[in-house]
């Protein structure tokens, strides 16, 4: 018995020679000291043994035992107060380069393109007040819709937005007219969640101020935006819409980039996809901006992001963008 515990200890202090890496001494604890190791069958045996035995060998046994533990933590804490540099204990991992979320990879490439034509990017705040994301937009308080946009209404009055449109008074009130500025941003609505409905989701507004503007610039930017972003040439058809901060109002369909307008599941048969609400920016609107409305027109424009990263990567599901997974996130690995 005295033979066999001996050669136990010897054997974990040539393991344990040479160790850099803190999981290997783990490893090592475990083997030596753990529950399935020798020294524990070794001790589990003591209550078969005769009282003789168990006088003789007991305490021998649980002090090596705790010799294993004494040695292992010391060399444990040697390691970490010498150099640290020299014991990693991340070394064990594997580090991988991460890659952009599908939605970041979108925004930038919508962004860039409207850079490219003249657009400032702008930001606003995700907490907003009613005025800005409502009111100001020609939605007054008991204005219908609201109710499209239930959101989370904050203990000091003000709200998660949920539009980025409250950036377009933002910005005429900053920089006046004439105007052309995009701003991407997340927000947020009060949803029942499935496939499609998020309740934190993106958006990049759009908005142009100038003399003599109309819905034809609006046709031309939304194209060269939706074409960069599906890399192919892409054909829009416009469709009237509401939307109360413009008039007249649109939605804008896109040709569906996977059947080319044939037909197919994803468009629902159709040949086209509900893209892109927008419309030439209301009267209203542009006066709550300090902008008269008599010298300026513009349009706006709303895309919404999530959505548009979900049919450039054919993602079904909504719910994944933001589950933070990265085993599924990891398929976008677009550097
Ligand atoms: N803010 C609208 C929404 O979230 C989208 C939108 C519609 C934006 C028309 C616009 C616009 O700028 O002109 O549903």
Known sequence: MEEELKKIVEEMQKELTGCEKEADVLNIKSKYVGKKSRISEILSNLKD?????KRKYGSLI???KKELENIINEFLNQ????????????????ISMGSLHPVTIVAKEVTDCMKKMGFTVVSGPEMETEYYNFEAL???KDHPARDMQDTYYLDNGMLLRTQTSGNQIHAM?????????????RVFRNEDLDANHENTFFQVEGMVIDKEISIENLLYVMQQILSEVMQSEINLRLRPGFFPFTEPSYEIDMECSICKGKGCPTCKNSGWIEIVPGGMVHPNVLKAGGIDPEKYTGFAFGIGLTRLAMMKYKIS???VLNSGDIRYL??????
């Open 330 to 335: 990891e398929q976008f690995n677009i550097k």
């Open 49 to 53: 043994m005769s009282i003789e035995e």
């Open 79 to 94: 390691k970490l107060n010498q150099n640290n540099t020299s014991f990693d204990d991340t070394l064990d991992y594997e």
């Open 173 to 185: 009130e900053k920089y006046g007219a004439p105007l052309k500025v995009c701003s991407p941003g």
């Open 62 to 64: 649980n002090n090596t």
């Open 317 to 319: 599901d909504i719910r």
């Open 138 to 140: 020609n939605i007054p």
